[in-house]
């Protein structure tokens, strides 16, 4: 079955700058990579996501790319902000009903 | 569009008890819900896929007399978890797909705290 790897586990960056956090997925099948954000005591909330057609997606200070080949895909938050500390899942799937499989997560802290 | 809701959004019971817990879709129609646990500091881990009027899959080691499921329409799935012990204690998140658009997309609810004393 599927895998996903997310790393790193942990992630602080300063006010202002890029965070970068990049996942791995086992099986070429896949065609469907969210990514989801998680506040303390709350449930994930989707913030982007990306089908195996498309290389990369844009929305505001966000961006997904995917590797196919390579079969990684990262998600990079620009001008990081306090409000972006939670935590971040990488998911991925083939689709239709079957199952999201996440990856670990990271916690992501953006210092003020 | 494509709110999640679960009900309760904490609990707290004794040993032994059972425990409801609902999950709706709002404003779309769910082919299919996910029932989900998280433990602190973990991933999500799958316990259940529910399709509207039929039995749920449950996943490996979870157990489904345990862990009833009713997907009775296409908005609401519940979770009861019976004869609750402390080890049951954890945040139960529930998942929809839209019927109609973005089928892969899953929707997350707020989750439900269950602490069992």
């Known amino acids: 079955g599927e895998n996903v790897e997310q790393h790193p586990s942990t992630l602080s960056v300063q006010e202002g700058d890029s965070a970068v956090i990049k996942c791995t997925y086992s099986?070429?099948?896949?065609?469907?990579f969210p990514w989801y954000k998680q506040e303390l005591g709350k449930g994930p909330q989707l913030i982007i996501d990306?089908?195996?057609?498309?290389g990369e997606k844009k929305d505001q200070r966000i961006a997904v790319t995917l590797n196919k080949t390579a079969k990684h895909f990262s998600l990079h938050i620009t001008e990081t902000q306090p409000e972006d500390s939670a935590v971040y899942f990488c998911?991925?799937?083939?689709?239709?009903?079957?199952?999201?499989?996440f990856g670990k997560g990271t916690r992501l802290s953006v210092i003020a | 569009g494509a709110v999640v809701s679960q009900h309760p959004s904490r609990v707290i019971c004794k040993s032994g008890t059972s425990v409801k817990i609902e999950c709706r879709s709002l404003?779309?129609?769910?082919?299919?819900m996910f029932w989900y646990r998280q433990f602190p500091k973990q991933s999500l881990m799958l316990m259940a896929t529910?399709?509207?009027?039929?039995?749920?899959?449950?996943e490996q080691g979870v157990e489904k007399d345990k862990f009833l499921i009713n997907h009775a329409s296409l908005t609401l799935s519940t979770l009861t978890v019976t004869s609750a012990h402390p080890e049951d204690s954890s945040f139960y998140i529930c998942?929809?797909?839209?019927?109609?658009?973005?089928?892969?997309?899953?929707?997350f609810g707020p989750g439900t705290r269950l602490t069992v004393l």
């Open positions: 990306i089908r195996s057609n498309v």
């Open positions: 998942s929809a797909r839209n019927r109609v658009k973005s089928a892969d997309t899953q929707y």
């Open positions: 099986d070429s099948a896949s065609n469907y």
């Open positions: 404003d779309f129609q769910a082919t299919t």
């Open positions: 998911a991925a799937s083939i689709g239709g009903n079957t199952p999201l499989v």
């Open positions: 529910s399709n509207e009027g039929s039995k749920a899959t449950y």
